[in-house]
Nanobody, 124 residues
Framework: QVQLVESGGGLVQPGGSLRLSCAASRDQFYYYAVGWFRQAPGKEREGVSCIVSMDSSTYYTASVKGRFTISRDNAKNTVYLQMNSLKPEDTAVYYC?????????????????WGQGTQVTVSS
């Protein structure tokens, strides 16, 4: 069993920044990867970013490349998502999730454990 707790969401103006945190109950060696996903009202859940535990490889969906940065603090069992230059279309509930196996890193069906989500709203 793995518990994940997200935090750091909120309301921010376009062009602003937020840092999301995902605190995990197990250390990084328990997972193959940790991913960030988001889901806007009426839309499917989409993969945003992912970090692989073994070699810290990072991956981003095209719409956030150059604006978002995923990182981790092994001592705190925490993964972060730094979001800069936020746009209204980034508004969504953001979730972190973990997976034990490799595969399609942005397929939410391949992740076993999920946090409760944190709301990010980008609006003036």
């Amino acid at each position: 069993q793995v518990q994940l707790v997200e935090s750091g969401g909120g309301l921010v103006q376009p062009g602003g920044s937020l840092r999301l945190s995902c605190a995990a109950s197990r250390d990084q060696f328990y997972y193959y990867a940790v991913g960030w996903f988001r889901q806007a009202p009426g839309k499917e859940r989409e993969g945003v970013s992912c970090i692989v535990s073994m070699d810290s490889s990072t991956y981003y969906t095209a719409s956030v490349k150059g604006r978002f940065t995923i990182s981790r603090d092994n001592a705190k069992n925490t993964v972060y998502l730094q979001m800069n230059s936020l746009k209204p279309e980034d508004t969504a509930v953001y979730y972190c999730a973990t997976r034990r196996l490799s595969g399609a890193l942005f397929n939410p069906r391949e992740y076993e454990y999920w946090g409760q989500g944190t709301q990010v709203t980008v609006s003036s």
